[in-house]
């Protein structure tokens, strides 16, 4: 049985932090699955970050029967301004970072609370997940392995994976010192803040499913692929100069720098990097190859990238219905190697 709604005035040990945009059809079923959570210490803050829906109306609605929920209604502003609001109200001394469209397992919050007290040099706990598509049946996808200890995570740190931010529980104190998360990181904004956190604490991965995760076709990983590939690779960068020199030149930037300015901020073969990175995101994916991406791929090829493979990606914008661009890579790809 859920444990008993802890009083509305009591500093409660976690907080669950959740950002909420147009995710009426998603929310009921997530919140009801924090509130069968079998640890009931926890205040629920769900932020609507101005929904056009009826997000609010239902978080409101749940509010009214349990005081643990606490519904936030702002103005469009964003995910990232909305969770670095949800880490500034945070009560509690561990956040709970879950999505409006994903859902608990319910022994996850008793579970990654026992770990960080088990745990006090850890400041960070995830776990494994299952996935989930529109209707909330289970989804074909292949299983994620992630690693599970901190020696493992910061093996993976580059290429990852490393960590669903969705199942992601950590101490309040360690996000808010290293500045929460950073709006030039968009759609990587996560990743920036692992990669930062690293340095500070040791991680983990609890290796149970504690959580189900939407897969939709719109979702933020699909639409935005090609920025969210270009800024982790960007993150990464800066990660790497901030071990070698203890500065970031990110640091005082409000604009992630152009490809064009990337060697001179952190040394030669940077911009070929970030565009190695993003190739090898958006190898079968043609229609970002032959669109937005484009410039990217051209410039990978003038990078001297192996042949190949991107030969093989000329036939896939072909069969794609890009014949044009599928000839454009040809072609550049004959001239780098003459």
């Not at 340095?199 to 920025?227: D, F, K, W």
Request: contains cysteine.
């Amino acid at each position: 049985m859920p444990a008993i709604p802890a009083s509305p005035s009591s500093t409660p040990a976690v907080t669950v932090a959740t950002s909420v945009y147009n995710a009426a059809q998603t929310l009921g079923p997530a919140i009801e699955s924090v509130l069968a959570q079998t640890f009931g210490d926890f205040e629920f803050l769900i932020l609507d970050d101005g929904s056009t829906d009826d997000s609010l109306a239902i978080a409101q609605a749940y509010a009214a029967r349990d005081p643990r929920v606490r519904p936030i209604a702002m103005p469009r502003q964003g995910l990232v301004r909305s969770l670095n609001q949800l880490f500034a109200q945070a009560r509690a001394p561990l956040v709970a970072r879950f999505d409006a469209d994903d859902i608990c397992m319910p022994e996850r919050l008793a579970r990654q609370v026992a770990f960080l007290a088990e745990h006090p040099d850890h400041g960070l706990v995830a776990c494994e997940t299952t996935f989930i598509d529109e209707t909330g049946a289970p989804a074909p996808n292949p299983p994620i392995q992630r690693p599970h200890d901190h020696a493992a995570i910061l093996a993976a740190l580059e290429h990852g994976p490393i960590l669903c931010h969705s199942a992601v529980m950590v101490r309040t104190d360690l996000v808010r010192a290293a500045g929460g998360y950073r709006e030039v990181f968009i759609h990587a904004e996560d990743y920036d803040l692992w990669l930062r956190l690293a340095s500070e604490t040791r991680m983990a991965n609890l290796a149970e499913c504690l959580l189900a995760y939407r897969i939709t076709p719109g979702q933020v990983s699909s639409r935005h692929v090609v920025a969210q590939a270009r800024n982790a690779a960007i993150a990464w960068l800066a990660h790497g100069a901030r071990a070698r020199t203890g500065s970031d030149p990110i640091a005082e930037l409000s604009a992630l720098p152009e490809m064009g300015e990337l060697d001179t901020l952190f040394g030669a073969g940077s911009a070929a990097y970030v565009r190695q990175r993003m190739i090898d995101r958006l190898l079968y994916a043609p229609e970002r190859l032959a669109g937005e991406a484009w410039p990217v791929l051209l410039g990978h090829i003038a990078d001297g990238a192996p042949r190949a493979r991107l030969w093989r990606t000329a036939i896939r914008l072909l069969k794609a219905g890009h014949p044009l661009r599928a000839v454009q890579t040809a072609i550049a790809l004959a001239r780098q190697a003459a």
